[in-house]
C-alpha cells in the first residue's frame, strides 16, 4: 500500500474508486474458462531489431485464422504484433507437462529446416526475449530473490519476457543468465532451447466480484530434452534440450507446458506494483531534481543580480540623464535600440521553426500531463505513441498561427510559402528519415516495419488534417495586426564593432547548452535504458518536474547570453537566442551516441543506422522545443528592458 500511494503521488498512475480507464477494466474469470494468452514481438538488448513470433518455427494455433489482435495506432509503430497463442489455459485448471504441438523436427536434409533452425539459433545467441500477455498484463520471470523477504532490498526482482534459449558461450561475455541452474556446470559450451514454460498465475477472490480475478503471472521457461510425445519428462532433474543440428541426424524439439494457479491477496488495483517495484529506486530520481534545482538557482541568482542590478542601474542612469548623446556613448546595450528589432536574415525559417517548436512544446507538455494522471499508464499499450501522434496532428493550428505570426512581424510578404514550409518542411523531414528506417526493417523482416497501409495512414492524417489545420492557422495568423515593438528600427543598419571569442556563435552555443543539459542527463540516462533496455518507465511525474527545470534552464542561460550579446553591440539575436536555447541537443545527441558504445551490446551496420536515425529525429524535436522556448523567454526580455528606456 505505501508504494501505491507513492505512485500516485509522483506518477498519477493510480486508478480512483470505481473509475477505470478505457481498456483496463477489471474483469473476472469463471472456473473453466479460457484464458487468453497473448504472444508479441520478441526483442534483444543485443539488437535494435525485433521480430514477430511467427517468424520464428514456434508452435502455432492449429487455426491461424482469427489469431491477430486489434492494435492501435502507437502499437503498430512501436512494432508490436500481438497475436493469440496455441496455448490452452483454463481457469483454476492446472496442466502438468502437457504437449503444445507435434514436435518440431530439424533435418540437415532440408534447406528449409537448415534456415529455420539458423534462425531460431541466431535467436538464442543474442538473447531474444519472449513477450506475452495475460489480461493485459506482461508475462514476468524472477531472475533474483524469487522467494522474496520483508526488507525491500529483499523483493523479487522480474524482469519482462523470459529468454527463446541459453547460449552458455555468449552468456559469460554479455552477462545472460542461464534459467536452468544446472545447465552451466554440466554443458560449459552449449547453446539450449526453452521448450518448456511453467507458468504461476496468481488469482485474487472477493465478496464483490463473482469469479476470480488474475493479479498476476510468472513464467519460469525450462529446457527439458523429452524422449518423445509419449514420453515427456519435466521433472527438475530432467536433461535438458541441447540446440544443436548435426548431419545425418535430426534434432527434434517438443514444446511442453505446466499451469499453477495461486491464490493471492494482491487486489487488481494492485497488480502493476510487482512490475513497478522491480525498476529502478525513485531515490536517484529525487537526486536528479536536486541536482537540476541547485542548477536552476544558480541560473536564477545570475539573472537575478543582472536584472535587479545591472539593468535596472543602466535603465535609471539613462532615463536620468541629461543629454541622451552620452548615455549613448557610455552604454553598449541601449546604442543598438534602433537595430535590435531588425528583421533577421531567414525570417522564413525562424518563423517556420519556432511555429513547429511551439506544436512539439505543447505536444510534450500535455502528453506528459496526461502521462501524470494515469490515462497513458504501462496498461494503456501504445497508449503514449497515439497521444503524440494525435496531439502533433491537432496541434498543427497552432504552428500555423505561431509561424505567420512571427513571419508578418518579420515583413514577410510571401505568405504562401510560409504556410507550405510550416507543413512540409518538417514533417517532411521526419516522414522521410522514418521511411528510410522503416525500409531497412523490412529488408530485415522486422516487425517494427510498418506495414504499407499504416503508411497510407499517416499520409491521410498529415495531408488530410495537419495540412488543413496548418492553413487554418496561418490564416488566423495573418489576419492579426502586427506585433507592435517597444522601438523604432532605424533605416540604416548600425555598424557591429568586432567581436571576442567568447561571444561568437559557436563559443557561445557550446556554453549555452551545458546547464540545461546538466538538468537532464541523469534522467536521460533512465529514459535511454528504458528504451532501449525494453524496461517499464512510469515516472512521468519525475519527468514532467525535469522537463519544467529544463525549460526554465533553457530560457535563463539565453536570456544570460543574448544579454552579454547585445551588451558587446551585436543585435543579430534572433537566431542566436534560437539556436542557444536549443544548444543543449547537441549534448544530448553525444550523450546518446556514447551511450550506443559504452553501455548498448548491439553491433553491426543495421543496429548503428537504425540507432542514429532514431535518435536523429528524437534530436530534432527536442533541438525545436528547447530552441522555441529558449527564443520567447529572450524575445520576451529584450521586448521589457527596450520598452523600460526612454528614446527620442
Same mark, same amino acid.
Given at each position: 500500500?505505501?508504494?501505491?500511494?507513492?505512485?500516485?503521488?509522483?506518477?498519477?498512475?493510480?486508478?480512483?474508486?470505481?473509475?477505470?480507464?478505457?481498456?483496463?477494466?477489471?474483469?473476472?474469470?469463471?472456473?473453466?474458462?479460457?484464458?487468453?494468452?497473448?504472444?508479441?514481438?520478441?526483442?534483444?538488448?543485443?539488437?535494435?531489431?525485433?521480430?514477430?513470433?511467427?517468424?520464428?518455427?514456434?508452435?502455432?494455433?492449429?487455426?491461424?485464422?482469427?489469431?491477430?489482435?486489434?492494435?492501435?495506432?502507437?502499437?503498430?509503430?512501436?512494432?508490436?504484433?500481438?497475436?493469440?497463442?496455441?496455448?490452452?489455459?483454463?481457469?483454476?485448471?492446472?496442466?502438468?507437462?502437457?504437449?503444445?504441438?507435434?514436435?518440431?523436427?530439424?533435418?540437415?536434409?532440408?534447406?528449409?529446416?537448415?534456415?529455420?533452425?539458423?534462425?531460431?539459433?541466431?535467436?538464442?545467441?543474442?538473447?531474444?526475449?519472449?513477450?506475452?500477455?495475460?489480461?493485459?498484463?506482461?508475462?514476468?520471470?524472477?531472475?533474483?530473490?524469487?522467494?522474496?523477504?520483508?526488507?525491500?532490498?529483499?523483493?523479487?526482482?522480474?524482469?519482462?519476457?523470459?529468454?527463446?534459449?541459453?547460449?552458455?558461450?555468449?552468456?559469460?561475455?554479455?552477462?545472460?543468465?542461464?534459467?536452468?541452474?544446472?545447465?552451466?556446470?554440466?554443458?560449459?559450451?552449449?547453446?539450449?532451447?526453452?521448450?518448456?514454460?511453467?507458468?504461476?498465475?496468481?488469482?485474487?477472490?472477493?465478496?464483490?466480484?463473482?469469479?476470480?480475478?488474475?493479479?498476476?503471472?510468472?513464467?519460469?521457461?525450462?529446457?527439458?530434452?523429452?524422449?518423445?510425445?509419449?514420453?515427456?519428462?519435466?521433472?527438475?532433474?530432467?536433461?535438458?534440450?541441447? /540446440?544443436?543440428?548435426?548431419?545425418?541426424?535430426?534434432?527434434?524439439?517438443?514444446?511442453?507446458?505446466?499451469?499453477?494457479?495461486?491464490?493471492?491477496?494482491?487486489?487488481?488495483?494492485?497488480?502493476?506494483?510487482?512490475?513497478?517495484?522491480?525498476?529502478?529506486?525513485?531515490?536517484?530520481?529525487?537526486?536528479?531534481?536536486?541536482?537540476?534545482?541547485?542548477?536552476?538557482? +544558480?541560473?536564477?541568482?545570475?539573472?537575478?543580480?543582472?536584472?535587479?542590478?545591472?539593468?535596472?542601474?543602466?535603465?535609471?542612469?539613462?532615463?536620468?540623464?541629461?543629454?541622451?548623446?552620452?548615455?549613448?556613448?557610455?552604454?553598449?546595450?541601449?546604442?543598438?535600440?534602433?537595430?535590435?528589432?531588425?528583421?533577421?536574415?531567414?525570417?522564413?525559417?525562424?518563423?517556420?521553426?519556432?511555429?513547429?517548436?511551439?506544436?512539439?512544446?505543447?505536444?510534450?507538455?500535455?502528453?506528459?500531463?496526461?502521462?501524470?494522471?494515469?490515462?497513458?499508464?504501462?496498461?494503456?499499450?501504445?497508449?503514449?505513441?497515439?497521444?503524440?501522434?494525435?496531439?502533433?496532428?491537432?496541434?498543427?493550428?497552432?504552428?500555423?498561427?505561431?509561424?505567420?505570426?512571427?513571419?508578418?512581424?518579420?515583413?514577410?510578404?510571401?505568405?504562401?510559402?510560409?504556410?507550405?514550409?510550416?507543413?512540409?518542411?518538417?514533417?517532411?523531414?521526419?516522414?522521410?528519415?522514418?521511411?528510410?528506417?522503416?525500409?531497412?526493417?523490412?529488408?530485415?523482416?522486422?516487425?517494427?516495419?510498418?506495414?504499407?497501409?499504416?503508411?497510407?495512414?499517416?499520409?491521410?492524417?498529415?495531408?488530410?488534417?495537419?495540412?488543413?489545420?496548418?492553413?487554418?492557422?496561418?490564416?488566423?495568423?495573418?489576419?492579426?495586426?502586427?506585433?507592435?515593438?517597444?522601438?523604432?528600427?532605424?533605416?540604416?543598419?548600425?555598424?557591429?564593432?568586432?567581436?571576442?571569442?567568447?561571444?561568437?556563435?559557436?563559443?557561445?552555443?557550446?556554453?549555452?547548452?551545458?546547464?540545461?543539459?546538466?538538468?537532464?542527463?541523469?534522467?536521460?540516462?533512465?529514459?535511454?535504458?528504458?528504451?532501449?533496455?525494453?524496461?517499464?518507465?512510469?515516472? /512521468?511525474? /519525475?519527468?514532467?518536474?525535469?522537463?519544467?527545470?529544463?525549460?526554465?534552464?533553457?530560457?535563463?542561460?539565453?536570456?544570460?547570453?543574448?544579454?552579454?550579446?547585445?551588451?558587446?553591440?551585436?543585435?543579430?539575436?534572433?537566431?542566436?537566442?534560437?539556436?542557444?536555447?536549443?544548444?543543449?541537443?547537441?549534448?544530448?545527441?553525444?550523450?546518446?551516441?556514447? /551511450?550506443?558504445?559504452?553501455?548498448?551490446?548491439?553491433?553491426?551496420?543495421?543496429?548503428?543506422?537504425?540507432?542514429?536515425?532514431?535518435?536523429?529525429?528524437?534530436?530534432?524535436? +527536442?533541438?525545436?522545443?528547447?530552441?522555441?522556448?529558449?527564443?520567447?523567454?529572450?524575445?520576451?526580455?529584450?521586448?521589457?528592458?527596450?520598452?523600460?528606456?526612454?528614446?527620442?
Amino acid at each position: 500500500m505505501h508504494f501505491t500511494a507513492l505512485l500516485v503521488l509522483v506518477a498519477g498512475a493510480g486508478l480512483a474508486s470505481g473509475f477505470y480507464l478505457p481498456g483496463v477494466a477489471p474483469r473476472a474469470y469463471e472456473t473453466g474458462e479460457v484464458l487468453p494468452l497473448l504472444v508479441n514481438r520478441l526483442d534483444s538488448t543485443e539488437s535494435i531489431v525485433p521480430y514477430d513470433y511467427f517468424h520464428f518455427d514456434f508452435c502455432e494455433r492449429d487455426n491461424k485464422e482469427g489469431t491477430a489482435v486489434s492494435e492501435n495506432l502507437g502499437q503498430i509503430l512501436l512494432g508490436e504484433r500481438i497475436r493469440h497463442s496455441p496455448y490452452e489455459i483454463r481457469m483454476e485448471q492446472d496442466v502438468h507437462c502437457k504437449p503444445l504441438c507435434q514436435p518440431k523436427v530439424y533435418s540437415t536434409q532440408h534447406k528449409n529446416n537448415v534456415t529455420k533452425f539458423k534462425l531460431l539459433q541466431s535467436a538464442i545467441k543474442k538473447d531474444y526475449i519472449h513477450h506475452w500477455i495475460l489480461d493485459n498484463l506482461p508475462v514476468v520471470e524472477c531472475t533474483s530473490n524469487c522467494r522474496g523477504g520483508l526488507r525491500p532490498e529483499d523483493r523479487p526482482y522480474y524482469r519482462l519476457g523470459f529468454p527463446v534459449g541459453c547460449d552458455i558461450g555468449k552468456a559469460a561475455e554479455s552477462l545472460t543468465v542461464c534459467t536452468v541452474s544446472n545447465i552451466q556446470n554440466l554443458y560449459p559450451e552449449e547453446t539450449f532451447i526453452n521448450n518448456h514454460i511453467d507458468f504461476t498465475i496468481k488469482i485474487h477472490r472477493s465478496s464483490e466480484f463473482t469469479g476470480a480475478r488474475i493479479v498476476g503471472i510468472e513464467a519460469k521457461p525450462r529446457s527439458y530434452a523429452h524422449a518423445s510425445m509419449d514420453k515427456l519428462s519435466c521433472e527438475p532433474t530432467a536433461e535438458p534440450q541441447p /540446440f544443436k543440428l548435426e548431419k545425418d541426424k535430426p534434432l527434434s524439439v517438443i514444446y511442453t507446458y505446466s499451469v499453477v494457479f495461486q491464490e493471492s491477496p494482491i487486489k487488481w488495483a494492485s497488480r502493476w506494483d510487482t512490475y513497478l517495484q522491480s525498476a529502478e529506486s525513485t531515490r536517484i530520481h529525487w537526486f536528479s531534481i536536486v541536482n537540476s534545482l541547485v542548477i536552476v538557482v +544558480f541560473l536564477s541568482g545570475l539573472v537575478g543580480v543582472i536584472t535587479v542590478r545591472a539593468l535596472h542601474k543602466d535603465i535609471s542612469r539613462y532615463n536620468s540623464a541629461e543629454n541622451q548623446d552620452e548615455a549613448q556613448e557610455e552604454f553598449g546595450w541601449k546604442l543598438v535600440h534602433g537595430d535590435v528589432f531588425r528583421p533577421p536574415p531567414g525570417g522564413m525559417l525562424l518563423s517556420v521553426c519556432l511555429g513547429t517548436g511551439t506544436q512539439i512544446l505543447l505536444m510534450f507538455i500535455v502528453t506528459m500531463f496526461f502521462a501524470c494522471l494515469g490515462f497513458l499508464s504501462p496498461a494503456t499499450r501504445g497508449g503514449l505513441m497515439t497521444c503524440l501522434l494525435a496531439l502533433w496532428v491537432l496541434l498543427s493550428s497552432v504552428s500555423g498561427y505561431i509561424s505567420a505570426r512571427f513571419y508578418k512581424m518579420f515583413g514577410g510578404e510571401q505568405w504562401k510559402s510560409n504556410v507550405l514550409l510550416s507543413s512540409f518542411l518538417f514533417p517532411g523531414v521526419a516522414y522521410t528519415v522514418f521511411f528510410v528506417l522503416n525500409l531497412v526493417m523490412w529488408a530485415n523482416e522486422s516487425s517494427a516495419a510498418v506495414p504499407f497501409g499504416t503508411l497510407v495512414a499517416l499520409m491521410l492524417l498529415w495531408f488530410g488534417i495537419s495540412v488543413p489545420l496548418t492553413f487554418f492557422g496561418a490564416y488566423y495568423g495573418f489576419k492579426k495586426e502586427v506585433i507592435d515593438q517597444p522601438v523604432r528600427t532605424n533605416q540604416i543598419p548600425r555598424q557591429i564593432p568586432p567581436q571576442s571569442i567568447y561571444t561568437q556563435t559557436i563559443p557561445a552555443l557550446l556554453m549555452g547548452g551545458v546547464l540545461p543539459f546538466g538538468c537532464i542527463f541523469i534522467q536521460l540516462f533512465f529514459l535511454l535504458n528504458s528504451i532501449w533496455g525494453h524496461k517499464l518507465y512510469y515516472v /512521468f511525474g /519525475f519527468l514532467l518536474i525535469v522537463f519544467g527545470i529544463l525549460i526554465v534552464t533553457t530560457i535563463e542561460s539565453t536570456i544570460l547570453l543574448c544579454y552579454f550579446h547585445l551588451c558587446t553591440e551585436n543585435y543579430h539575436w534572433w537566431w542566436r537566442a534560437f539556436l542557444t536555447g536549443g544548444a543543449s541537443s547537441l549534448y544530448l545527441f553525444g550523450y546518446a551516441i556514447l /551511450f550506443y558504445f559504452r553501455r548498448m551490446e548491439v553491433d553491426g551496420t543495421t543496429n548503428l543506422v537504425l540507432y542514429v536515425g532514431y535518435t536523429s529525429l528524437a534530436t530534432m524535436l +527536442f533541438w525545436l522545443a528547447t530552441g522555441t522556448a529558449g527564443f520567447y523567454g529572450c524575445f520576451a526580455f529584450i521586448r521589457k528592458i527596450y520598452s523600460s528606456i526612454k528614446v527620442d
